[in-house]
Nanobody
């Protein structure tokens, strides 16, 4: 089992920056890929950024060029640097992890709120 805890959310003005971190505990060596999702009020869950074990990344079109996902093999295995934030980035952001040999995301954090004021 893996436990994930996000931090770094908050309130920021349009154009500002935030850095989200995801701390992991438990069997962290079982983690393959990691990702950040978000869910805005009244909207569906959205994949924001993904990073594989080889370091390859993928981003939602809406955040390309503004967000950067990074990872290391320590207890804070994934981070999301968010720059040039827009009001439409307002959402609860979730860290998720995919175990080796699994297709879906088995582990999720509790979420951290990001609010961008106009």
């Amino acid at each position: 089992q893996v436990q994930l805890v996000e931090s770094g959310g908050g309130l920021v003005q349009t154009g500002g920056s935030l850095r989200l971190s995801c701390a992991a505990s438990g069997n962290i060596f079982s983690i393959n890929a990691m990702a950040w999702f978000r869910q805005a009020s009244g909207k569906q869950h959205e994949l924001v950024a993904f990073i594989a074990s080889d370091g390859s990344t993928n981003y939602a079109d809406s955040v390309k060029g503004r967000f950067t996902i990074s990872r290391d093999n320590g207890k804070t295995p994934v981070a999301l640097q968010m720059n040039s934030l827009k009001p439409e980035d307002t959402a609860v952001y979730y860290c998720a992890a995919k175990a080796w040999g699994r297709e879906g995301y088995d582990y999720w954090g509790q979420g951290t709120q990001v609010t961008v004021s106009s």
